[in-house]
């Protein structure tokens, strides 16, 4: 097996098209992931909150932030740090 040196992307690494867009796209995800617990009653109001079909959400929190907005992304971040229930949640690096 040949062992390759990273490139620190893994988009890049696997031939992604726009990998440092799809890599700041994930570290948004990985932060909407830290604030929402996996519990019900968070997913739920977190689905309130941003819109979105639960189906939608628990897929986004799964990898499928392909065809989302970096944009759209950020927002959906800021509203839950923007509500109470969501409050103090910390952020990771």
């Known amino acids: 097996m ?5 490139s620190g992307n893994v988009y890049a690494d696997i031939g992604v098209a726009n990998p440092e867009q799809m890599l700041r796209k994930a570290r948004i995800v990985a932060q909407i992931s830290q604030v929402i617990t996996y519990s019900e009653g968070r997913i739920s109001r977190a689905v309130g ?28 971040l800021e509203k839950l740090h923007q509500d109470k229930s969501f409050a103090g949640a910390k952020l990771g690096e």
């Not at 189906?55 to 986004?60: C, H, P, R, V, Y």
């Open 2 to 6: 040949k062992i390759e040196n990273s």
């Open 49 to 76: 909150i941003l819109g979105l079909s639960e189906t939608e959400l628990k897929e986004l929190l799964h990898g499928h932030f392909q065809d989302y907005r970096e944009a759209d992304l950020i927002e959906y």
